[in-house]
């Protein structure tokens, strides 16, 4: 989706063009430059709405299934799976984690898996539950860095458009002056055309940068959600498997 073609009927057309056709070399290469960045602004906002959409929906609907099980470990041993939710990564890993330590430790996957563990199972120390959380918490920092994977070029865009818009505005100004002095006259009508052709590339940064802010702080508050979504079913996860005496 194309910014500039979005707003172009709020505004007339054909002074839109006919500023553009006035433009300079520079100018218009800057124009051009920044229709190429409302394209990668818009293709990153797309995407990222959707993906923290379905990270959001299907978390939601990973913490209802997960709440309604009576073992923590119970969506481990039916297979469930949770495609694109940050919530099930950080399950998954904590119970890969877990799977290791008790191999190594020569106790039957079946027995603490199944969630049956009884009194001469032998538990998790303290250690053990410490890797286990270490585990979480580094795949919320892997998850929280995927989610956040491209943001960063909106507030590229935000900060850079306004001014690239800018310095092909004062590049066409300082053309249309020194045309003025090579021609010896300095009327409204001969410097008129110079000036509105030089400022369609500051309407052009900011037609990028405005959609661009309004998303990134969309996403950053949406993700920051996320996050605390995330951070809540570390502790929720960790709490669930000492009380299931998983732990010594």
Same mark, same amino acid.
């Given at each position: 989706?194309?910014?500039?073609?979005?707003? /172009?009927?709020?505004?007339?057309?054909?002074?839109?063009?006919? &500023?553009?056709?006035?433009?300079?070399?520079?100018?218009?290469?800057?124009?051009?430059?920044? @229709?190429? %960045?409302? =394209?990668?602004?818009?293709?990153?906002? =797309?995407? #990222?709405?959707?993906?923290?959409?379905?990270?959001?929906?299907?978390? #939601?609907?990973?913490?209802?299934?997960?709440?309604?099980?009576?073992?923590?470990? &119970?969506?481990?041993?039916?297979?469930?799976?949770?495609?694109?939710?940050? @919530?099930?990564?950080?399950?998954?890993?904590?119970?890969?984690? @877990?799977? %290791?330590?008790?191999?190594?430790?020569?106790?039957?996957?079946?027995?603490?898996?199944?969630?049956?563990?009884?009194?001469?199972?032998?538990?998790?120390? *303290?250690?053990?539950? #410490?890797?286990?959380?270490?585990?979480?918490?580094?795949? =919320?920092?892997?998850?929280?860095?995927?989610?956040?994977?491209?943001?960063?070029? @909106?507030?590229?865009?935000?900060?850079?458009?306004?001014?690239? %818009?800018?310095?092909?505005?004062?590049?066409?100004?300082? *053309?249309?002056?020194?045309? /003025?002095?090579?021609?010896?006259?300095?009327?409204? !009508?001969?410097?008129?055309?110079?000036?509105?052709?030089?400022?369609?590339?500051?309407?052009?940064? /900011?037609? =990028?940068?405005?959609?661009?802010?309004?998303?990134?702080?969309? /996403?950053?508050?949406?993700?920051?959600?996320? !996050?605390?979504?995330?951070?809540?079913?570390?502790?929720?996860?960790?709490?669930?498997?000492?009380?299931? !005496?998983?732990?010594?």
């Amino acid at each position: 989706m194309n910014t500039m073609l979005f707003f /172009l009927p709020m505004f007339p057309q054909a002074d839109l063009v006919d &500023a553009f056709l006035r433009a300079n070399t520079a100018g218009k290469a800057l124009v051009v430059l920044l @229709l190429i %960045g409302s =394209v990668v602004a818009w293709s990153i906002m =797309v995407t #990222k709405f959707r993906e923290y959409r379905r990270a959001y929906r299907e978390s #939601k609907r990973f913490l209802a299934v997960y709440q309604n099980e009576p073992h923590p470990l &119970a969506l481990i041993m039916k297979r469930q799976s949770f495609p694109g939710c940050p @919530l099930y990564m950080m399950y998954r890993a904590a119970c890969r984690t @877990l799977h %290791g330590l008790i191999e190594v430790r020569g106790i039957n996957p079946a027995e603490w898996f199944g969630g049956q563990p009884t009194e001469s199972t032998p538990k998790l120390d *303290d250690t053990d539950m #410490k890797i286990v959380r270490n585990i979480i918490d580094q795949t =919320v920092d892997e998850q929280v860095i995927q989610i956040e994977k491209n943001v960063v070029v @909106l507030a590229t865009a935000v900060t850079a458009a306004p001014f690239i %818009g800018l310095m092909g505005t004062v590049w066409g100004v300082m *053309d249309a002056f020194g045309g /003025l002095a090579i021609q010896g006259m300095a009327t409204i !009508s001969s410097v008129a055309p110079g000036i509105s052709g030089s400022l369609i590339t500051t309407l052009a940064g /900011l037609i =990028v940068a405005l959609p661009s802010l309004i998303a990134y702080n969309m /996403l950053t508050s949406r993700i920051r959600i996320l !996050s605390t979504m995330m951070e809540h079913f570390a502790e929720e996860l960790m709490a669930d498997l000492e009380r299931h !005496s998983l732990r010594k």
